[in-house]
């Protein structure tokens, strides 16, 4: 496990979501990034993020798509101790960005870990 303050951890997320290309980031709609310490007690421990909302290919936008936004939540605590070192680590973080982003645009899964970003 690698031991960093949560000042630390929200700058590796904030690196990793400028890491994505300003073209993917740019498609996003109405999506908005959180840190949690941990996962909701109704979900896994080891859970490292989820994406909550609508994925795009799913949407009806016959209400003008007047939503609240679709949230992306890392969670600090599983990602820490799933790491050994800070590389790790921010490799982890990317990984979990671009997973959950991808479940946005309607990617499930199993999708996911064909690709290698599961």
């Known amino acids: 496990m690698v ?7 929200e700058d590796s997320v904030s690196a990793a979501l ?9 498609m996003l709609d109405n999506v ?17 993020g989820i994406y909550e909302g609508v994925p795009l290919t ?13 949230r992306i939540t890392l969670f600090q605590g599983p990602l820490i101790r799933f ?4 590389e790790e680590l921010e490799d982890e973080i990317t990984i ?11 990617i499930d899964d199993e999708r996911l870990h064909e690709l290698g970003w599961g």
């Open 96 to 106: 979990t960005v671009v997973h959950e982003i991808a479940h946005h645009f309607g």
């Open 3 to 9: 031991e960093v303050t949560e000042a630390e951890f």
């Open 83 to 86: 790491c050994e070192s800070r």
């Open 32 to 48: 908005a990034f959180f840190v949690e310490p941990e996962p909701p007690e109704d979900q896994p421990e080891d859970l490292l």
């Open 18 to 26: 400028d890491a994505v290309p300003a073209p993917l980031m740019d």
């Open 58 to 70: 799913e949407r009806d936008l016959g209400w003008g798509g007047m939503t609240l936004p679709d």
